[in-house]
């Protein structure tokens, strides 16, 4: 037994020796080394330089953040001098345009760092504060603070090289140098902190999924045209054979298909409008005669609005609108730099509008009404009356939609005799090419018989309407309609329809040049 309790003794110390080796081997030797292990490296990031303040007021005595810290602002520079105040809603404005838009983001940023000025370097004392341009100085800045103390920070010329400007405290000899985007903030005239984001869409209802800001209405006038041009949005189905294209129809000087594309690019920047720069606020009479407002070179009236369209019985759609916001700019003459003087929803000053942000500004009834002469579906139409040199002849149309062949859907007749369907479509097509190419020409007048007139009467309820076209130049006719319209159509249309209707007519085949 002594025995056996001897040789367990000896190997439970064997044992506790083996584990504190191990324990030994881990806590001082490490990892064993491999030939892919790479040494260890110690990455060390270099502290940040402290900032160079030239002054900060945006802490209190306890240590804790000032939330306005800057009450006022007394700015004189080469330009111009002026005052920013708190406003009683504590919105910073310009002092003398405080009843004015203002440009909020600007006024906090020049805030910001009337607060609390950084500066790129500062070159301690100097003896003479003239050569930096303190005798003269570009800008200087008195702040009034929370606590009613103040400071006046001097802006002498621009440092060498393109660091920015010489700058120190008013009663200071240390010079700093403040980079240039910050000084300037300092050097900028008073109007130039009046708000530019003049128009912008309507906003949506919060439970409002598929409302999108549209242009309802527009009306357009001014000296640039002779007549004033309406386009209204038909939202209640009103102008039946004119909105195949587009929502949007042409109520004034004539009723018109608007032409989608050039009345896209019109309606869509009318939905945001910001000014290039203001030129002239609180402006006397004098001063608009001076640019063109007493007498408006151009003038927009327009409607924008929250159009939401749902689903309708019978798998229809509906249309509703709401927030609707009248707005109106008027243009007058152009700076050196091709710019309108504007103004703008009656705010009392005068902007600067770069032609891209305005480019109805000479848009007439013919820019955006459609160049067809009529867009109706064949469809529609109950009659079309052809005169050539003289010589009219009535069609007839009869509508078969039970039918289920096509060319047995319409009946072609004239004078007791059948004609061919297929050739007519054709035909109708080519008439519809007969479209606008240009305005009359100045001084061309509908003189004689008219080369061609087309008559045509509509089942949809839409009104008769005729055309007709007149001798004007070598490669134009004038085109007259029913309601007083004068516009040029190409020759070469006219006499391919010619050269189609006599064939039509001989029961000749007609060949489409589309």
Same mark, same amino acid.
């Given at each position: 037994?002594?025995?056996?309790?001897?040789?367990?003794?000896?190997?439970?110390?064997?044992?506790?020796?083996?584990?504190?080796?191990?324990?030994?081997?881990?806590? /001082?030797?490490?990892?064993?080394?491999?030939?892919?292990? %790479?040494?260890?490296?110690? &990455?060390?990031?270099?502290?940040?330089?402290?900032?160079?303040? &030239?002054?900060?007021?945006?802490?209190?005595?306890?240590?804790?953040?000032?939330?306005?810290?800057?009450?006022?602002? %007394?700015?004189?520079?080469?330009?111009?001098?002026?005052?920013?105040?708190?406003?009683?809603?504590?919105?910073?404005?310009?002092?003398?345009? $405080?009843?004015?838009?203002?440009?909020?983001?600007?006024?906090?940023?020049?805030?910001?760092?009337?607060?609390?000025?950084?500066?790129?370097?500062?070159?301690?004392? &100097?003896?003479?504060?003239?050569?930096f341009g303190f005798d003269t100085p570009t800008a200087t800045v008195t702040v009034t603070y929370y606590d009613q103390s103040t400071a006046t920070i001097e802006f002498g010329d621009a440092s060498q090289g393109t660091e920015g400007y010489y700058c120190r405290l008013q009663g200071e000899d240390t010079v700093y140098i403040v980079d240039k985007v910050t000084a300037e903030c300092f050097m900028v005239e008073g109007k130039d902190l009046i708000g530019k984001g003049l128009i912008s869409s309507p906003p949506l209802k919060e439970d409002d999924k598929e409302g999108t800001p549209q242009l309802l209405k527009l009306w357009l006038t001014g000296r640039c045209r002779e007549k004033p041009v309406e386009i209204t949005v038909d939202t209640e189905g009103q102008y039946k054979g004119l909105t195949y294209v587009s929502t949007f129809v042409m109520t004034s000087p004539y009723l018109r298909a608007v032409d989608s594309d050039a009345f896209h690019i019109t309606a869509s920047t009318m939905r945001t409008l910001t000014a290039a720069g203001v030129e002239c606020p609180h402006?006397?009479?004098?001063?608009?005669?001076?640019?063109?407002?007493?007498?408006?070179?151009?003038?927009?009236?327009?409607?924008? $609005?929250?159009?939401?369209?749902?689903? %309708?019985?019978?798998? %229809?759609?509906?249309?509703?609108?709401?927030?609707?916001?009248?707005?109106?700019?008027?243009?007058?003459?152009?700076?050196?730099?091709?710019?309108?003087?504007?103004?703008?929803?009656?705010?009392?000053?005068?902007?600067?509008?770069?032609?891209a942000s305005v480019p109805w500004a000479e848009q007439t009834h013919y820019d955006l009404m459609s160049k067809l002469l009529f867009m109706k579906a064949i469809t529609a139409v109950d009659s079309i009356t052809v005169t050539k040199d003289g010589e009219a002849q009535t069609f007839a149309l009869?509508?078969?939609?039970?039918?289920?062949?096509?060319?047995?859907?319409?009946?072609?007749?004239?004078?007791?005799?059948?004609?061919?369907?297929?050739?007519?479509?054709?035909?109708?097509?080519?008439?519809?090419?007969?479209?606008?190419?240009?305005?009359?020409?100045?001084?061309?007048?509908?003189?004689?018989?008219? &080369?061609?007139?087309?008559?045509?009467? /509509?089942?949809?309820?839409?009104a008769p309407m005729s055309v007709a076209l007149y001798p004007m130049t070598a490669s134009r006719y004038l085109c007259v309609t029913d309601d007083g319209e004068e516009c040029a159509v190409s020759i070469r249309d006219t006499e391919t329809f010619f050269k189609q209707y006599e064939n039509y007519l001989a029961g000749e085949p007609v060949l489409s040049p589309y």
């Amino acid at each position: 037994m002594r025995k056996r309790q001897k040789t367990m003794l000896i190997a439970a110390v064997a044992l506790a020796v083996i584990v504190a080796a191990v324990v030994c081997l881990i806590l /001082f030797a490490g990892e064993p080394a491999t030939e892919e292990t %790479a040494p260890e490296t110690t &990455v060390t990031t270099a502290p940040e330089e402290p900032a160079i303040l &030239v002054i900060d007021r945006t802490l209190n005595a306890q240590g804790g953040a000032v939330q306005t810290p800057v009450q006022a602002i %007394a700015i004189r520079n080469e330009k111009n001098s002026f005052n920013v105040i708190r406003r009683t809603d504590t919105t910073l404005a310009v002092e003398a345009y $405080s009843d004015l838009l203002t440009d909020s983001l600007a006024l906090e940023t020049l805030s910001g760092h009337a607060a609390k000025l950084e500066a790129v370097k500062r070159l301690e004392a &100097v003896d003479n504060a003239a050569e930096f341009g303190f005798d003269t100085p570009t800008a200087t800045v008195t702040v009034t603070y929370y606590d009613q103390s103040t400071a006046t920070i001097e802006f002498g010329d621009a440092s060498q090289g393109t660091e920015g400007y010489y700058c120190r405290l008013q009663g200071e000899d240390t010079v700093y140098i403040v980079d240039k985007v910050t000084a300037e903030c300092f050097m900028v005239e008073g109007k130039d902190l009046i708000g530019k984001g003049l128009i912008s869409s309507p906003p949506l209802k919060e439970d409002d999924k598929e409302g999108t800001p549209q242009l309802l209405k527009l009306w357009l006038t001014g000296r640039c045209r002779e007549k004033p041009v309406e386009i209204t949005v038909d939202t209640e189905g009103q102008y039946k054979g004119l909105t195949y294209v587009s929502t949007f129809v042409m109520t004034s000087p004539y009723l018109r298909a608007v032409d989608s594309d050039a009345f896209h690019i019109t309606a869509s920047t009318m939905r945001t409008l910001t000014a290039a720069g203001v030129e002239c606020p609180h402006p006397t009479a004098e001063q608009l005669a001076a640019y063109g407002l007493d007498d408006p070179y151009s003038v927009a009236a327009f409607t924008l $609005s929250i159009v939401s369209t749902a689903s %309708a019985e019978g798998g %229809a759609t509906k249309s509703t609108h709401y927030n609707d916001r009248e707005h109106m700019i008027l243009l007058g003459n152009k700076d050196e730099n091709g710019n309108y003087y504007a103004l703008v929803d009656g705010y009392d000053t005068v902007y600067l509008l770069s032609p891209a942000s305005v480019p109805w500004a000479e848009q007439t009834h013919y820019d955006l009404m459609s160049k067809l002469l009529f867009m109706k579906a064949i469809t529609a139409v109950d009659s079309i009356t052809v005169t050539k040199d003289g010589e009219a002849q009535t069609f007839a149309l009869a509508h078969h939609p039970e039918e289920a062949k096509r060319d047995d859907q319409l009946t072609v007749t004239s004078g007791g005799k059948t004609y061919s369907t297929s050739d007519f479509r054709t035909l109708y097509q080519m008439m519809i090419g007969i479209h606008r190419v240009g305005l009359k020409e100045a001084g061309a007048a509908a003189d004689g018989s008219p &080369v061609l007139k087309l008559e045509m009467t /509509f089942n949809d309820g839409t009104a008769p309407m005729s055309v007709a076209l007149y001798p004007m130049t070598a490669s134009r006719y004038l085109c007259v309609t029913d309601d007083g319209e004068e516009c040029a159509v190409s020759i070469r249309d006219t006499e391919t329809f010619f050269k189609q209707y006599e064939n039509y007519l001989a029961g000749e085949p007609v060949l489409s040049p589309y």
